[in-house]
């Protein structure tokens, strides 16, 4: 009976540390872009639909604006759970995720030609407990 409870107890324990590992969703290939990077690789009235494919993938979310022109989104979402995740006792009342949230948003011409483009890089955090 004490074995089974010891058992038990490591289990939960080794759940509730592996459950504060960093986790990211979206397009991972923005996850390391800038402003600085990005002016790089985007040229405004040159670069095309196939080239910014073949560097970020196929988009998210797409789009026309009122002009008729093509919009494609990338998203990107980083989050890691704070110290007060790996303090046993603590960890099961309250629980602060931090991280943060990438968006490219690229506007192409009736030519596929880069238009103009936007990128945000914003920091997010969540509290939940009681």
């Known amino acids: 009976m004490k074995r089974k ?7 939960v324990l080794s759940l509730m540390f592996l459950s ?3 986790d ?12 600085q990077t990005l002016s790089r690789k985007i040229i ?9 494919k073949q560097m970020f993938g196929e988009p998210e979310k797409t789009t026309f604006n009122g002009r008729g022109d093509l919009m494609w989104e ?3 979402q980083h989050a890691h759970d ?3 995740a790996y303090i046993p006792v603590v960890n099961l009342f309250s629980k602060d995720i931090k991280g943060h949230n990438k ?5 192409f011409n009736k030519k596929g030609i880069v238009k103009n483009y936007a990128f ?3 920091a997010n955090s969540i509290s939940v407990g009681f």
């Open 5 to 11: 409870f010891l058992l038990s107890f490591i289990l």
């Open 20 to 22: 504060g590992c960093a």
């Open 24 to 35: 990211g969703m979206g397009n991972s290939r923005i996850s390391n872009q800038s402003n």
């Open 44 to 52: 405004k009235g040159k670069t095309t639909e196939s080239q910014i």
């Open 74 to 76: 990338y998203k990107y």
């Open 82 to 84: 704070t110290v007060a």
């Open 103 to 107: 968006t490219l948003v690229i506007l």
């Open 120 to 122: 945000s890089n914003s």
